[in-house]
């Protein structure tokens, strides 16, 4: 629209400048050429941007957030390196020659100020780093839940049960049919009991609600989130006395009392604990969780944390007719994983991981965004999750925001120089239709965890950060193993996408050299 408006100044001013009859025909035939031509050009780019949302030129302002946020203070090497490059240059100053060592004490005299100041200034560098120093926030170890053989679901069993109800039209199995096939979810899926074993009832009742309850969501809770907070204590040696810290985060199920009183009444933990129950914020909640568990470790030294994260479907199998809600039993199944943080220096040979940056996008104030992924009730009345078309251009969207934030903590120099000498070029006249520069990742990251949203969603991101087969094999094997769990399936580099809109960013750096799990899959 900006450009349009531009286009349509300089068409005015080029009327006004022509002075005869020829050049009025002529400004006006070229006039009418330009204007044909940029319609054209218009026209092509909308289309272009339609097509792929990400391709949009990087704003300047996400650049500066990104290196806004980095703090010369916090790191060792650069305080160290500053302070002696100081103390070499006053001691250059006081010691004329190091040959000259029978005179030292006569040359360090007149330059004892100098001495002085040096010192000071060491010892300023030194206060500087210790209140800018944050806390190293260590992962000890994950756990995932793995729901037993009896809560399996296959396409051909999930097909059945949506017969059994009662509830759905053939139009709509057909329409939930057609995107099992192409949504990259395999036969090894889980649902919970309460769905599984309420089909017959619902048949029978024709009142969905009456078994799809708070007791039987309350069951599928304490299922997942118990069973991977145990598997986390005995992998870790961790007592639920020992932690701190627990943030536990479900989106659609919200009880009172919370999950995390739950957690805390089921494991006997202590009554100091520091306890945070999030909510309806979408699969990126567990990385928002990790984002608050790095600022209250950053408060809390010497402190323990969890993290619990699983979404639960007994309440939210949408039994309905609307398709932008239907898409969402094809996607979400159950599941839940559980990660244990620590700041305690003893701990830091425990580590498997050590949370370097975490980089947060909230599209909220954008009313299409905003309502991009909405629950509420169809035209019926049936409660469900609506999942717009322009979900994908949002997401890419708030895609290309977080990456250019986070882009001046992580990337090399040349990558840096790359970059703004593409934008640079872009904003000469010859190379405006140069695309826009996408670093290379790789130079940053050996390995990509992406949320498993759907196939599209892995798709997207393989195409916009020019990643291989091999680096989002790992998404496309938890989506077809597991399909999306939402918050739980993200857990090197985490991107989660969420209600909100949001889209948020996790960088891990590997401490130990991990051999390949042994868990059966």
Not at 66 to 88: E, H, M, Q
Not at 351 to 359: D, E, I, P, Q, S
Not at 398 to 406: E, M, Q, R, S, V
Not at 479 to 487: E, K
Request: some cysteine.
């Amino acid at each position: 629209m900006g450009d349009e408006k531009a286009f349509a100044a300089t068409a005015e001013t080029f009327e006004k400048r022509a002075m005869n009859g020829k050049e009025r025909k002529r400004s006006a035939s070229t006039l009418q050429t330009l204007s044909e031509s940029s319609k054209a050009a218009w026209q092509r780019v909308t289309e272009f941007y339609s097509r792929d949302p990400t391709a949009r030129t990087a704003s300047l302002k996400d650049v500066e957030e990104g290196y806004r946020t980095i703090d010369p203070l916090s790191s060792r090497k650069l305080v160290t390196a500053l302070s002696v490059a100081v103390l070499a240059y006053f001691l250059s100053r006081a010691y004329v020659s190091l040959e000259h060592v029978g005179v030292l004490l006569k040359l360090l005299r007149p330059n004892i100020f100098e001495l002085v100041a040096a010192a000071t200034f060491f010892a300023l560098l030194q206060v500087a780093y210790e209140v800018h120093r944050k806390c190293p926030v260590y992962l000890i170890d994950f756990a995932t839940y793995k729901p037993p053989e009896k809560n399996r679901v296959t396409h051909e069993s999930f097909l059945s049960l949506t017969r059994l109800v009662g509830l759905f039209n053939e139009e709509d199995i057909t329409f939930q049919e057609k995107l099992l096939k192409s949504s990259g979810i395999g036969d090894h899926t889980y649902f919970p009991d309460g769905i599984l074993q309420g089909g017959e009832e619902i048949r029978r009742t024709g009142q969905p609600s009456k078994v799809l309850n708070m007791k039987a969501a309350r069951q599928e809770a304490e299922q997942v989130i118990f069973g991977c907070l145990q598997s986390l204590f005995e992998k870790t040696g961790f007592q639920p006395k020992d932690v701190d810290i627990l943030i536990v985060n479900c989106s659609l199920f919200n009880p009172t009392p919370s999950l995390s009183a739950m957690v805390v009444n089921h494991f006997k933990m202590k009554s100091s604990i520091l306890s945070y129950n999030l909510s309806g914020m979408g699969c990126s909640a567990g990385l928002i969780s990790v984002d608050l568990a790095k600022d209250l470790l950053t408060a809390h030294k010497n402190s323990v944390a969890v993290i619990v994260s699983t979404e639960n479907i007994t309440q939210n199998w949408y039994i309905g007719h609307e398709r932008s809600m239907l898409v969402t039993n094809t996607l979400f199944r159950m599941g839940g994983a559980a990660i244990l943080l620590s700041n305690r220096s003893k701990d830091r040979k425990l580590g498997k991981y050590r949370l370097n940056h975490t980089v947060r996008t909230h599209f909220g104030a954008d009313d299409n965004a905003y309502r991009s992924i909405y629950q509420e009730e169809d035209s019926e009345g049936v409660k469900g999750v609506r999942l717009s078309k322009s979900i994908m251009d949002i997401a890419g969207q708030a895609l290309k925001h977080n990456i250019t934030t986070l882009g001046p903590l992580v990337l090399p120099i040349s990558e840096h120089i790359r970059f703004f000498w593409n934008y640079f070029l872009r904003k000469t006249s010859l190379y405006r239709n140069l695309n826009p520069y996408v670093p290379d990742f790789h130079k940053a990251f050996q390995h990509f965890c992406i949320h498993t949203g759907g196939r599209a969603v892995i798709d997207a991101l393989e195409k916009v950060l020019k990643l291989s087969e091999d680096d989002v094999k790992p998404s496309r094997f938890v989506l077809y193993r597991f399909g999306n769990t939402s918050s739980a399936s993200v857990w090197i580099w985490q991107i989660a996408f969420g209600s909100g809109f949001k889209c948020n960013s996790a960088v891990w750096q590997s401490l130990v050299s991990l051999p390949p799990s042994s868990t059966d899959y």
